[in-house]
T-cell receptor, first 116, second 113 residues
Framework: AQSVTQPDIHITVSEGASLELRCNYSYGATPYLFWYVQSPGQGLQLLLKYFSGDTLVQGIKGFEAEFKRSQSSFNLRKPSVHWSDAAEYFC??????????????FGKGTTLSVSS | NAGVTQTPKFRVLKTGQSMTLLCAQDMNHEYMYWYRQDPGMGLRLIHYSVGEGTTAKGEVPDGYNVSRLKKQNFLLGLESAAPSQTSVYFCASPRSSGEETQYFGPGTRLLVL
């Protein structure tokens, strides 16, 4: 069955420290992979996505993620966290184009707190 | 170009009442999706549509109905609301034909008492 696992429910990082949020997926074919961020009371904003090609993808707000097929992982990283990065982060996997219409499968989210 | 919009933003219902949530997109897209978000559960797909006049069930369709009479609108209905339907509802749609990236509306927060 297709699934996305975010092993960490809640992470606290000091401001200025590096960040890595983990995401593992189970998917029969080559997936499309996404990271979204949600600030409290807000909608979901796309941080970055991987469809093919270079396995290290850059996103907005200084985030990057690396696709590792052998580990079925798509971990999100940021070298230096800012207080404004405190939010909930969702990893999601999508269908290939010939399965269009089957939507995204989301992980349960990781809440990031930033301490000063 | 407003992208994906949702109305209302917030609603309180009593158990047994009905309501309709509206999702509108101005991108002329075929695909539209309704998700619900609950604490610790991530987002789960309720229903989706791959074009005008078509709808299909997602992961958690029970208690909801949908309609896509016009291409730009995707309606989510609750015929008899239950407290278990207290949630935040998000509509999503890609921005271009063939694109797999989904862009989300701002959400509708629903409280069923």
């Amino acid at each position: 069955a297709q699934s996305v696992t975010q092993p960490d429910i809640h992470i606290t990082v000091s401001e200025g420290a590096s960040l890595e949020l983990r995401c593992n997926y189970s998917y029969g074919a080559t997936p499309y992979l996404f990271w979204y961020v949600q600030s409290p009371g807000q909608g979901l904003q796309l941080l970055l996505k991987y469809f093919s090609g270079d396995t290290l993808v850059q996103g907005i707000k200084g985030f990057e993620a690396e696709f590792k097929r052998s580990q079925s992982s798509f971990n999100l990283r940021k070298p230096s966290v800012h207080w404004s990065d405190a939010a909930e982060y969702f990893c999601a996997v999508g269908p290939s184009f010939n399965q269009a219409g089957t939507a995204l499968i989301f992980g349960k989210g990781t809440t990031l707190s930033v301490s000063s | 170009n407003a992208g994906v919009t949702q109305t209302p933003k917030f609603r309180v219902l009593k158990t047994g009442q009905s309501m309709t949530l509206l999702c509108a997109q101005d991108m002329n897209h075929e695909y539209m999706y309704w998700y619900r978000q609950d604490p610790g559960m991530g987002l789960r797909l309720i229903h989706y549509s791959v074009g005008e006049g078509t709808t299909a069930k997602g992961e958690v369709p029970d208690g909801y109905n949908v309609s896509r009479l016009k291409k730009q609108n995707f309606l989510l209905g609750l015929e008899s609301a239950a407290p278990s339907q207290t949630s935040v509802y998000f509509c999503a749609s890609p921005r271009s034909s063939g694109e797999e990236t989904q862009y989300f509306g701002p959400g509708t927060r629903l409280l069923v008492l």
